[in-house]
Every structure is written in C-alpha cells, then in structure tokens.
C-alpha cells in the first residue's frame, strides 16, 4: 500500500518536445506529491510539487496534472531542452508534524532529450 | 544557499567493517533523514530523526544500521557489520516544518562500496 508506481522507465524525446511521465499510488492518505530530478553524481532535487486540493500546478515549462478519484499523477515537461535530460523521480507523502515527510518514491525515469 | 553537506563522497570498506557517514543538515532545519540507492534503482527510505529520536524506520534499517546527531550539527548513520548489498549511494536530506511545502533538501551523496 506503501507503493509508488512510475513510468516509463526510460524516455528518449526530441529538443522542443513533450516528456510525459506518469505515476501511482495506492495510499489515500498521501497528501503531498513531489517530482525530483537528479543529475548524475548529485542527489535528488525538488521540481514541483503538489497537493491532492488541486488539479494542475505549472511552473514554467513543467506542469503536473493530479487525479484524485485514479489515484494518479502526472509530470509534463513542455518545450523539452538537452538540459532537462537527467533521472526524474515522483513521490508521495503524508507530512505530519511528529515525524516530518517520509517520500515515498517511484522507480524513476530517465530522460533523455536528443539535440 | 544552504546546503546539506554530506562526507565522505566515496568509502571502499572490507565486509564486516563499521562504516560512519556523515552529514551535516541545513541549519534550522528540524527533520532529518537518511534514503539509499542502489545503482540504478529507486530512492529508497531508510529512517527519520526528529527531536533527537528517530520518529520512523523502514524494514531495510535493521539493528546493523544506527543514527545520531551527536554536537546538534551532525548526523550521521552508522552501519555496524557491512555487508555486500549495503553497497549503495547514501543520501542526508532535511527538511523544516511547513504546512504548505515538504521539501526535503538532499545531499550529494555518500558512495559506499562492500568489498
């Protein structure tokens, strides 16, 4: 139940396309959905992130899309630039005050954006 | 920018030896945690610090792994007896307390290799 669920795996698309990569939960009780991206060599870092209250946030050329009755949620990476080609990582978490927000993540897609 | 600080990058340790990675978390910060990744695979939890105990544990941290913030500014993960599998890249992430946001900062990485 503790499960997230990402795909693809791994993801070739041309400059200026679209990325879309997809994930599941099965816990209702996550409340906070992160996207991470990690270059190699560097740990993870925080996208864009969203709460179960809507069902889209955009900041700049990333947009997640958020379906509450699925249990499911999107990244979307518009106008795709070789800078963006590194591993992203969905997660999910229910923050609370006692222990903090334990992510739980997806299994990651690499994304590769051919010049 | 604050960031969180993580040594050594890379440690090469007999199996059966006692490894210490270290951290040192964004200074008003509240929440610690530890996450490991395997080459090529997900992110995944380990344990959560919070008011000098640990407030969660995933199944991977047995009685061989063990945490401490010893002088209010490190926190480091002890594993006690190596073993093949531990050999994975070990994150330090920190977060603060925030109703609206859960951003965990990451560290680069400790890369510990099992021989």
């Known amino acids: 139940q503790q499960q997230v669920k990402q795909s693809p795996q791994s993801l070739i698309v041309q400059k200026g396309g679209i990325s879309i990569i997809n994930c599941a939960y099965e816990?209702?009780?996550?409340?906070?959905f992160p996207w991470y991206q990690q270059f190699p060599g560097k740990g993870p870092a925080l996208l864009i992130a969203?709460?179960?209250?809507?069902s889209e946030k955009k900041e700049g050329r990333f947009t997640i899309s958020f379906n509450k009755s699925a249990k499911q949620f999107s990244l979307h990476i518009m106008d795709s630039q070789p800078g963006d080609s590194a591993t992203y990582f969905c997660?999910?978490?229910?923050?609370?005050?006692?222990?903090?927000?334990?992510?739980?993540f997806g299994g990651g897609t690499r994304v590769l954006v051919k010049p | 920018e604050p960031e969180v600080t993580q040594t050594p990058s890379h440690q090469v340790t007999q199996m059966g030896q006692e490894v210490i990675l270290r951290c040192v978390p964004i200074?008003?910060?509240?929440?610690f945690y530890w996450y490991r990744q395997i080459l090529g695979q997900k992110v995944e939890f380990l344990v959560s610090?919070?008011?000098?105990?640990?407030?969660?544990k995933s199944e991977i941290f047995d009685d061989q792994f063990s945490v401490e913030r010893p002088d209010g500014s490190n926190f480091t993960l002890k594993i006690r007896s190596t073993k093949l599998e531990d050999s994975a890249m070990y994150f330090c992430?920190?977060?603060?307390?925030?109703?609206?946001?859960?951003?965990?900062?990451f560290g680069e990485g400790s890369r510990l290799t099992v021989l």
């Open positions: 992430a920190s977060s603060e307390w925030n109703t609206n946001t859960g951003e965990l900062f």
């Open positions: 816990n209702t009780a996550f409340d906070y």
């Open positions: 969203i709460r179960p209250d809507v």
């Open positions: 997660a999910a978490s229910e923050p609370s005050k006692a222990a903090g927000n334990k992510l739980t």
């Open positions: 200074s008003n910060h509240l929440y």
């Open positions: 610090f919070y008011n000098n105990e640990i407030s969660e």
